[in-house]
């Protein structure tokens, strides 16, 4: 085995965890992978043999990466990306596909990652590496341009948003699934009151529908409503998942997916339902976990 080999063979034990926060950072699958194969040239033209911590470097190195994408997508205004909802991970209902489990340790649901789309550039980086990844934040300062007391306040205001965003989600997976499958049989037969009992009064649901828009409704007759006539006016088959490692729903129709729905649950209702309908999107998805 020749030098470059090892070296790839040492890089491919960290990939799964360098994804991980790609995702984290970037919301995106795709880039993810495109900043994971950003940090693989980096090594490959550097003196791996001065890295001492071949996996915080790594960790650095594409935190420095995304960084520079979003502060891309923030320059570009007229484009929409920031606002579309993020990636979803499909998993099987049973939870039981390792890859998927790897990439999403320590649970990212979308609802989270939306509220992560709020936050500048260096705050997301500041919270995602040193929150969920327990990178140091002398090791971040460097990276956003600031001391390590700034890193630590951007990482303090971060957190203060993603923890005001919403209330503390069910960890759960059965009582998840419970709080789910009754929204789904309440929407299948037409039960308002019943959806309404089952939905947080505050409720947010968000659907990106692709070219078609964006879709923000708030408030729990609102959205009881929208589930009633969407159950009323489709033709489908629903099929559980777990989504980024919470209960959920992929929507078949004529053997396509026609739509993808993330469940934020708490204290026993639904307190945010996101939807994926974007058909190009769906087209993208690795949904042969499901088979």
């Known amino acids: 085995m020749d030098e470059r080999d090892f ?31 950003e940090a693989w040239l980096r090594l490959s033209r550097s003196d791996a043999g001065e890295v001492a911590n071949l996996g915080g470097w790594l960790t650095t190195v594409v935190g420095r990466v995304c960084l520079d994408m979003l502060r891309s997508r923030t320059s570009r205004r007229e484009d929409p990306l920031e606002e579309r909802l993020p990636d979803p991970v499909i998993g099987p209902a049973s939870g039981t596909d390792p890859e998927q489990e790897a990439l999403l340790a320590d649970s990212v649901g979308l609802a989270l990652l939306v509220v992560l789309e709020s936050l500048t550039p260096a705050e997301r980086l500041a919270f995602v590496l040193h929150d969920t990844f327990a990178v140091p934040f002398e090791d971040i300062a460097p990276i956003v341009g600031r001391s390590p007391d700034a890193a630590r306040q951007l990482a303090s205001r971060a957190r203060r948003r993603v923890r005001g965003a919403s209330p503390v989600p069910e960890r759960d997976p059965a009582r998840q699934r419970a709080v789910v499958d009754a929204f789904q049989a309440a929407a299948r037969a037409g039960d308002f009151e019943a959806l309404v009992a089952v939905l947080d009064p505050d409720v947010e649901l968000r659907a990106d529908l692709g070219a078609a828009g964006r879709q923000h409704l708030r408030g729990a007759r609102i959205v009881a409503d929208q589930a009633v006539m969407f159950s ?41 339902i996101d939807i994926l309908a974007d058909p190009v999107r769906l087209e993208r998805l690795d949904l042969s976990v499901l088979d």
């Open 7 to 37: 070296l790839a063979n040492r890089f491919e034990e960290h990939r799964t965890h360098l994804k991980a926060v790609a995702y984290r950072m970037l919301g995106s699958l795709a880039e993810a992978d495109d900043a994971v194969q």
């Open 232 to 272: 009323r006016s489709a033709a489908y088959t629903s099929r559980p998942a777990l989504v980024n490692g919470t209960a959920g729903v992929v929507s078949m129709e004529g053997g396509r997916p026609a739509s993808v729905l993330s469940f934020t649950v708490a204290d026993g209702r639904i307190v945010a």
